[in-house]
């Protein structure tokens, strides 16, 4: 059985994208591909591959000149994202409501109580909320505006 290899653009593709989700590479960022070569200890073809599908993906934009900077969203598109983020998650609510059993509630309220057993994150010496617990009062409030 014969194996999909992944190319050197696309593993660098991979480590881009996901260092520019976790915010280690920064909106508005300059990625040189000379950097990036020695990071990756690769010549500077497979970079440039992996910076034109990080373009192709919205995710740099390339700048005549300036070389390949990380994309900043605008106010438009963040609220766009998150309208279209309450659209489906009230879509896949509305599907789990209906598809759901009372077999599977034990299951349900062990996953629940094992997401909020996860600790708070302490930020400039404040407490926020987990992401899972942000994302539970959310669909809280999802659920009393369905109502």
């Not at 300059?30 to 990080?54: G, N, T």
């Not at 909320?129 to 009062?137: H, N």
């Amino acid at each position: 059985m014969l194996r999909k290899s992944v190319s050197l653009a696309d593993a660098i593709v991979e480590t881009l994208k996901a260092d520019i989700q976790a915010g280690t590479i920064l909106p508005g960022a300059h990625l040189h591909q000379e950097d990036l070569a020695k990071r990756f200890a690769v010549s500077r073809v497979p970079v440039r591959d992996a910076l034109f599908k990080l373009s192709s993906e919205g995710l740099v934009s390339i700048e005549a000149n300036r070389g390949a900077v990380v994309t900043k969203l605008t106010t438009d598109q963040i609220t766009e994202i998150y309208d279209l983020r309450l659209i489906l998650e009230c879509d896949a609510l509305d599907r789990a409501i209906k598809a759901i059993k009372n077999e599977d509630l034990p299951a349900i309220r062990r996953a629940l109580r094992l997401c909020r057993w996860k600790r708070m994150v302490v930020i400039g010496g404040r407490q926020i909320m987990s992401s899972t617990e942000r994302s539970i009062a959310y669909q809280d409030v999802l659920n009393r505006w369905r109502s």
